[in-house]
Nanobody, 122 residues
Framework: EVQLQASGGGLVQAGGSLRLSCAASGFSFDDYAIGWFRQAPGKEREGVSCFSSTDGSTYYGNSVKGRFTISSDNAKNMVYLQMNSLKPEDTAVYYC???????????????WGQGTQVTVSS
């Protein structure tokens, strides 16, 4: 059974940092690219970042490029999202997902984890 468990969200001031973690089980990172999406109140879910272990490619949404970094520990089946220089507009529920791609298409996702709330105060 595929499971994705996200953690690490919280409340942070603008300009601060947070690191999200996603514990994956039931599949190999070689089978699915894994990444992060987010959904703010009243907005559609959007892609944040995606990592493919098959070729080491990483992809980022335009709004987070240069501020967020995705990484993985394949031995532990963990994926991380380091978020720096956070802005109030980064406030959202962040979801770990398997099956992402460069297009960051929501409809392409095979598996979703539960979300973790990130709130950035101004």
């Amino acid at each position: 059974e595929v499971q994705l468990q996200a953690s690490g969200g919280g409340l942070v001031q603008a300009g601060g940092s947070l690191r999200l973690s996603c514990a994956a089980s039931g599949f190999s990172f070689d089978d699915y690219a894994i990444g992060w999406f987010r959904q703010a109140p009243g907005k559609e879910r959007e892609g944040v970042s995606c990592f493919s272990s098959t070729d080491g490619s990483t992809y980022y949404g335009n709004s987070v490029k240069g501020r967020f970094t995705i990484s993985s520990d394949n031995a532990k089946n963990m994926v991380y999202l380091q978020m720096n220089s956070l802005k109030p507009e980064d406030t959202a529920v962040y979801y770990c997902a398997a099956g992402c791609s460069q297009s960051m298409g929501v409809m392409l996702i095979d598996y979703w984890g539960q979300g973790t709330q990130v709130t950035v105060s101004s």
